[in-house]
């Protein structure tokens, strides 16, 4: 007799619907989603990733294959039938009320995610792939792996990164030190934050009190050199490597300490920054190249790349 085995994938496709919309700011919105299955949903670090299918004009989500292969049977789609599909951090998940929240930047109607986002309405519906909570063994999908050892966290990103990066604060015990820098839109941008004892939060709004707007990353690359001098006594420089160049329009530039080529260095500073790819490869430059830190204790991610698309 043959026992046939189901395999239980670590994602799967999550049908969902808009349950209720909030503005948190000019430039986030917060799109709670609910759906059935969503009581399996899995969440395991606080920089959870997940892709949201969108919708096509006209067709909507009809013919989107959601079984264990839905990602091949989609790119074996002819181009004009295959859904949208955008990364996206799970800002929080109930999986009890079956419910997950989205922070979307509102950017304009110039990418599908958020020209949906700003038009959504409570009933719209997308697929969320997200990770299994019924998969057995780790469904990875996330960044933040602090070592216990560092003796500082340095975290810092732009207004993409901020839902991440406020679930990552929300996780810090009182006591453990931390920088957290996050560039934003406008002055409006600062959301409420609960920020334990030792977590210093800075917002920097590129345009405030009716100044002119500065250059997109000028503000978090100064606000980190600043920090890092701050933290020397934390530091202690690695030999300087020539670091390979990533060319942010062609590969996406995702260096994260953990795999085999970076294994995670314990003490010192232990730093996370995310955000538009050309800047976070400025700082990924100053930080290793300029200041020595070690690469090992840094995730470097670029989240999005200005002036491309992120099919
Ligand atoms: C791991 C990960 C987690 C992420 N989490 C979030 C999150 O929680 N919330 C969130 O809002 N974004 C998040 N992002 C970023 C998001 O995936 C991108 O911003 C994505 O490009 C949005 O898709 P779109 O369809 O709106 O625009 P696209 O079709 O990808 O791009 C269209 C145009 O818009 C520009 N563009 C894209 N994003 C922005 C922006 N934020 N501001 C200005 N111009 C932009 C592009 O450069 C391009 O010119 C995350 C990305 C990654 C990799």
Known sequence: MTVQTVEVPAYRAFPVQVARLRRLSPSFLRVTFTGAELDTFGSNGPDQRIKIVLPLPGSGLAGFPTGPDWYGAWRALPPERQMPIRTYTVRAARPELREVDVDFVLHGATGPA?????SASPGDEVVLIGPNARFDGPTGGYEWHPPAEA???LVAGDETAVPAICAIVETLPAGRRARVLLEIPTAGDRLDLATPDGVEVTWLPRSAGGR??????????????DA???????LSPSPVPTLEDVDVDQGILWE?????????????????????????????????QDVGVDRRSVAFMGYWREGRGSD
């Open 114 to 118: 958020s020209a949906w986002a700003e």
């Open 151 to 153: 003796s500082c966290l």
């Open 212 to 225: 002119a707007a500065a250059p997109r990353g000028s503000l978090l690359t100064a606000a980190v050199v």
């Open 228 to 234: 890092l001098r701050e933290l020397a006594d934390h």
């Open 256 to 288: 994260v300490p953990g795999g085999a080529s970076l294994p995670a260095r314990s003490s010192g500073v232990y730093a996370w920054l995310a955000g538009e790819a050309a800047v976070v490869k400025d700082l990924r430059r100053h930080l290793v």
